[in-house]
Every structure is written in C-alpha cells, then in structure tokens.
C-alpha cells in the first residue's frame, strides 16, 4: 500500500489567493517526520517545511504552513499569498521508524502547481 | 553553501551501453541516496548509502548497482542501459541522525537520462 498519497496531479491558483495541496500518510509508528519540497522547472529540489509527529504545533515557514491532522494522517501544505514563482511540483514526503536506517524517506507522487497571473 | 552535485545535467545513451552517474557532495553527510523520478510516481528510492562501502537497496534496485568508495562520492551504474530507465535521476545526502526522524534531505540538480 502507498505510504504517501497526493491525490491532486495538478491545480490551478490564482495569483495572490491561497492553496491547500493534499498529503495523506499511512505508518503504524508514533514517530515520524513529514516534509514537503518544492521542485521548480529547473529540476532542483527545494526543502520548504517539515512536522513532527510529537510537534503539538502547526509548523510554519514564511508563506507556507502545515495543517497537521494527526487523527487523520494528513499533512496538507498551505501556501498564503500565491506568488508566480509558487508554480511547481510539490512534494510530501515521509521518515518512519521503519526507514529509520540511513534516514530514507517515502515521497508521494507530487502534486503540479500553476499560479495565474 | 552547501552543495551536492551530479556529473551531468542531460546524457543520452544506447541500449546496451554500461552508464555511471556520479554524484558529489560537501557537507560531509554520512547517508547519501540515489532516486529516479518518473511523472506521476513521485521519486522512487534505487539505492542509499550510510558509510564508505556501504549500501543498501530501495525500492526499485533491479537493473541498477551502486560504488561508494568515498565518503563524499555515490555512483550510481547502469550495467547495460535499456529504454526503460530512461528517466530523471536524483542524488541526495543528509547527516546521520539515528533517534530523530528530522533530517531533511539535500538534493543535486538531477540527471536526465535518455536511453535510446
């Protein structure tokens, strides 16, 4: 079964309004970490924010916050303020106590956004 | 500015042919990573590293191997190269952290492979 699930391959935003991008997660451990990156066209992957599952706060980092729902396994990516540099691949991804040796981490399938101008 | 890198941007090979992509980084990371990215499927874990000599398999290893004979090099070989691993390649390192599930990932720009 898929450890991370993006149900949404691509969205649309308009320029200067806010958007959620989906992350569902599936682990039977109590300890694990959430991270989304952002790929632009260049192909770079860039680290924007991560969640503990122990973190009892949302986690935030300049524009974009984390919607932690503990309860339903999701860890959905919010971007305030949609900038047109904010068009990309995004992905969510995931460290467990099962990948634990060597810090591996299971990446959804990533979600395309575009932000209208 | 920390920085991991890979040998080629863009490579274009013929079935058949042994293909090696080389990835460096200076941060001094203990764990060092091979994925390839394929539309709709996210990054897919081939390889990973956590020592000099090292390695351990991901996901999806078969057709692939890897050689780290350095601390701070990740190969990643393609010993007869066909069209289906025509893809993006990336490599990427992070520092040890066993215990704690925060370590973010440094990636290289990746490598886009064509096998024809």
């Known amino acids: 079964a898929q450890k991370i699930t993006q149900t949404q391959p691509g969205m649309f935003v308009q320029e200067k309004e806010a958007v959620t991008l989906d992350c569902t997660y599936d682990?039977?451990?109590?300890?694990?970490?959430l991270f989304w990156y952002k790929q632009p066209s260049s192909g770079e992957m860039i680290f924007l924010i991560y969640?503990?599952?122990?973190?009892?706060q949302n986690a935030t980092e300049g524009r974009y916050s984390l919607n932690f729902q503990k309860a339903r396994k999701s860890a959905n990516l919010v971007i305030s303020a949609s900038q047109l540099g904010d068009s990309a691949m995004y992905f969510c991804?995931?460290?467990?106590?099962?990948?634990?040796?060597?810090?591996?981490?299971?990446f959804g399938g990533g979600t395309r956004l575009m932000v209208k101008p | 500015d920390v920085k991991v890198t890979q040998s080629s941007r863009y490579l274009v090979k013929r079935t058949g042919e042994k293909v090696f992509l080389e990835c460096v980084q200076d941060m001094d990371h203990e764990n060092m990573f091979w994925y390839r990215q394929d539309p709709g499927l996210g990054l897919r874990l081939i390889y990973f590293s956590y020592d000099v000599k090292m390695k351990e398999k991901g996901d999806i290893p078969e057709g692939y191997s890897v050689s780290r004979e350095k601390k701070e090099r990740f190969s990643l070989i393609l010993e007869s190269a066909s069209t289906n691993q025509t893809s993006m390649y990336l490599c990427?390192?992070?520092?040890?952290?066993?215990?704690?599930?925060?370590?973010?990932?440094?990636f290289g720009p990746g490598t886009r492979l064509t096998v024809l």
């Open positions: 969640q503990g599952s122990y973190d009892e």
């Open positions: 990427a390192s992070s520092p040890w952290a066993s215990g704690s599930t925060y370590n973010e990932q440094f």
């Open positions: 991804a995931m460290r467990d106590s099962n990948n634990n040796a060597g810090n591996m981490l299971t």
């Open positions: 682990t039977s451990d109590q300890s694990y970490g």
